[in-house]
């Protein structure tokens, strides 16, 4: 059974940092792009970054250089390290394989 994970949400002011980590398992977790998403209240899901089976990486122009995503696959997590924290980046952020979700981790931006 596909399992992922959330963690490491939280409240932060702007311009502060948050990592999230998706831990992984029923997989075969090196074969697979990773991929976190964000729901902002009231807003549709927005794709934010993937990281690839053979390490290529994809960010969503709203959090690139900002944003770092990072696979470890002898752990069987992605972890996604945000800097430079804005209040539009307030969502519920998921992890997701394909049509595999986790239960999300709430990150709130603000003063």
């Known amino acids: 059974e596909v399992q992922l994970a959330e963690s490491g949400g939280g409240l932060v002011q702007p311009g502060g940092s948050l990592r999230l980590s998706c831990a992984a398992s029923?997989?075969?977790?090196?074969?697979?792009?990773m991929s976190w998403v964000r729901q902002a209240p009231g807003r549709g899901l927005e794709w934010v970054s993937s990281v690839y089976s053979d390490g290529r990486i994809d960010y969503a122009e709203s959090v690139k250089g900002r944003f770092t995503i990072a696979r470890d696959n002898a752990k069987n997590t992605v972890n996604l390290q945000m800097n430079s924290l804005k209040p539009e980046d307030t969502a519920v952020y998921y992890c997701?394989?394909?049509?595999?979700w986790g239960q999300g981790t709430q990150v709130t931006v603000s003063s």
């Open positions: 997701k394989r394909g049509v595999y």
């Open positions: 029923g997989f075969s977790f090196s074969s697979f792009a």
